[in-house]
């Protein structure tokens, strides 16, 4: 490669069940139901804090009704998997998601700056506006909200959380045994919030968390959601499998992120990138080969059907990507930010669904190779400007977070592209992302268009 050497490259390391390929819990070695194990959660968090990684991100489905009974989902309970993974490691974040649909802002800041406590200061919430219809049968039933809703309440709860999270100012705790004080109580506010959606008193039942408040990623790719990670978000997840793609992208979240009054360097942009990693390249594709052949065609037939909204009967293997079927992305009920990065890599390379279905990545950026190709890649990437770091999607677990922190991070690290060791106490310094900040007014500044 050449040309000026990018930034220290950060990484997030996601997990799903047992792994991000459909695949995964058949062509891997152990249990079907390992995903439910302590232990392989403790093997995962310690080989990734071996490797240096910046933080562990665990996806949650809070229900299995996507996939049924088909393959194992993320669906055990965030913060305990959390919690479990902070008793066995000392420097590594660890992120979870959590509904702003189905969870109430009181507790889950509690929850968090829990976890944030009993951490040292390494947690970091992934705040997601859930669009699956099926969760609300779970919740009550009744009518689930459409876009705009779930995105004007999201807001409302962000900024609910917030304000909690701060609502004990720094030097609040005086624990003076000698004159009696545990805390100024002008130091401890509370928020009086009564909106929309929520009414909540306040304040928290504890002091402000080691790094002043854990980490916010989000992940929302539509203008609406845009907006709302250029307002909230320390770390946005995304999809983009196109170069160009990926820098409008960056591009235009710091352009947001600018016209909130905020330094775009401040929001840091971790795009998925799917690895299948082998010491040699004829290694990686007989890896990436026995993961696509267990699963079967019709099974990633129906997930990419659903990934961008058209029947299964629309989808002919060997027949180009029917993008022209598509349907306008208003009226589109899932991610738009997924869709639009597949539509956009299947018109871009021509590809037929066949191919599609093998390049796609599940959703995101796919890379299958040496340590030496994806660190190619992933160099690449950062010197155009399309990534702050990545959020690795780990094709299958535990033997790819192994594969990652026994051969891609030598490599990085050869480069000069990654950390060796942990230099940065919490989970917000080693991100590079600065001090939390004060909460933006609701109102907030005017973002771009899209």
Known sequence: MTGESPSMIVTAALMHGLGMHTGAWLARDGAADDHLSAALYKDIARTAERGGLHALFLAEQ????????????????????????????EHIGLVGTASTTY?????????????????????????????????????GGGESLDHEQRYARADEFIDVVLRLWDSWEPDALVGDKDGGVFAREDGVHEIGHTGRYFSVRGPLPFPRTPQGRPVIFQAGSSPRGRDQAAKFADVVFTAQHLLKDAVDFRSDMRARAAAYGRDPDSIKILPGISLVLGATMEEARRRKERLDEVFGTGPNLRKLAKRVGLPVAALVLDEKFPAHLLGPDEEFKGSIGFRRSIVNLAVEKSLTVRELIAEYGGGHHQVVGTPEQVADDMQERMEAGAADGFTLMIDMLPSGIHDVVDLLVPELRRRGLFQ?????????????????????????AAAPAA
């Open 62 to 89: 809070m229900t299995n009704q996507e996939v049924g009974t088909e393959r194992p989902c993320g669906a055990l309970d965030t913060a305990t998997v959390l919690a479990l993974m902070a008793g066995v490691t």
């Open 103 to 139: 969870n109430e802002p009181y507790e889950l800041a509690r929850r968090f700056a829990t976890l944030d406590h009993l951490s040292g200061g390494r947690v970091g919430w992934n705040s997601i506006a859930t669009q699956n219809p099926t969760v609300v049968e779970q919740f």
């Open 420 to 444: 060796d060791g942990y230099p940065h106490t919490t989970l917000r310094d080693s991100l590079g992302i600065g001090p939390a900040r004060p909460a933006p007014t609701a109102a907030g």
